[in-house]
DNA sequence: CGTATTTTTGAGCGATATCAACGGAAGTGG
DNA sequence: CCACTTCCGTTGATATCGCTCAAAAATACG
């Protein structure tokens, strides 16, 4: 490929700015451990780049395992659903994080994956990655960490719902989303929310207008600005110490 | 090793009770889906199987992470600590069970895990299951298998903090419980808690007078008997449509 | 048997949900 | 680009669930 790259660099160009190489959030992405060459092989069993708009759904709770998901660009939202239709929301992703591996287990998505904004998606077979594994040991072990940090994703939130009250549990969301926008060259001091105060709300476990009010009360104390969905962290340490 | 047993089949049989072969939740643990000569070779990476009192830890916070535990017999609690120095529990684990995985990632622990009562643990090194991976590859699997099981438990377990209401959480902890109990040749209609009202309305993000109550209110439903720590489920088809 | 721990139950209070109304933003179709 | 509609966010008033405090009963433990 890189052959061809050079005696005809206007072509491949183009496949390049959507291959792995070339990704902005290739940092945080499966390839995070993986050198030149193999980014490669990666980038092979990509099987294609699907862009959502809004509300469009990436899969379904039922829908049968066949391909982990790392967001490219944009945001997405996962959730179940209760008997009586309600739907709880489990984690709002963004780019370079990966999704689906909650299937691996029982070979069937768990929960319902839904853009919440204009998103691109690279669709990794798992079949693939399984084949690739045995080429390259440590895309085995990526995946084996990333299943563990959401275990440790997951369980924190956990804590944090148990014990928090609604103040901090917002303060909390937001520090979260922070830490995860935030990138080597850049701290996400504004951010730009592409979920509404309900699903903020039902993710929290709080009403809509509890969120709304302790978003106001935070910016009454100095702490965050908000502006719509625009919000602009005034005091990161303040924000933090109401984390714990 | 099964030659030895032939030929002393009084010293080894003590080692054979303590094994993986004769263990009685095996078909819970790591050796699932494994067949009869593999299980030595798991057999051999178990470490020790080291007998805890009720109160003893089994690994901190912050410990290096070295090995991955399955619970023999017994119960543990897994629990943070908030910076206020109050605990916060994440996960109640049995017999069959398997703890640590959350490590993995990070290479440490991030909980500190706890035996509720007289408890026995199977200590399986981590650089051993890495190894053995090679031999047996349906362990990684497993392996890979069981961590998206956690992720799912969680996810659900998020989704019941975010929307239920006391009474509803304590009916699905008590079912949730119920079905890990129960094995293909028994169904727990009585169930031993091996935890107090204030670890599991600390669990549950409740006080535990609230879970004493909801638990007397579900009693006067006719769903449960309550006898102190021993909990009789009347009515499981009740309380399995209170969790939806 | 006595002490500590755990559990239950009651009373009052506070945080958050619910209901309601309004204003503003964003999307839609002409 | 504007008028219309719908969705979203804020704020206020009231209701309710679950917490805190308190005390006593039941159980576990040495």
Not at 26 to 54: A, G, N, T, W
Not at 71 to 80: D, L, R, Y
Not at 116 to 131: H, S
Not at 200 to 214: D, H, K, M, P
């Amino acid at each position: 490929m890189s052959l061809i790259k050079k005696t005809n660099p206007r072509v491949i160009s183009i496949k390049d700015f959507s291959s792995c190489s070339y990704c902005s959030v290739r940092r945080l992405c499966l390839p995070v451990s993986v050198d030149k060459e193999e980014i490669d092989i990666i980038d092979e069993f990509v099987e294609d780049r699907p862009h959502l708009k809004k509300s469009e759904y990436l899969f379904h709770a039922g829908d049968k395992f066949r391909s982990l998901y790392a967001i490219k660009s944009g945001a997405v939202k996962t959730f179940g659903s209760t008997r009586d239709g309600r739907e709880q929301i489990t984690g709002f992703h963004f780019a370079g994080e990966l999704i689906g591996l909650d299937a691996i287990g029982n070979n069937m998505h768990n929960c319902n994956a839904v853009a919440l904004e204009k998103t691109v998606i690279c669709t990794m077979p798992y079949q693939n990655i399984e084949g690739i594994s045995t080429q390259i040991p440590s895309i085995q072990h990526e995946i084996t960490r990333l299943m563990s940090k959401e275990i440790r994703n997951d369980e924190e939130m956990l804590m944090a719902m148990g014990s928090m009250r609604a103040e901090q549990r917002v303060a909390c969301f937001l520090f979260n989303l922070h830490r995860r926008l935030s990138t080597n060259s850049s701290d996400a001091l504004s951010i730009r929310l592409p979920m509404t105060r309900e699903e903020i709300g039902n993710y929290l476990g709080l009403s809509l207008e509890t969120v709304s009010r302790r978003m106001s009360s935070l910016q009454e104390d100095g702490i965050i600005n908000v502006e719509n969905r625009l919000i602009t962290l005034r005091d990161i340490e303040a924000l933090q110490h109401l984390c714990n």
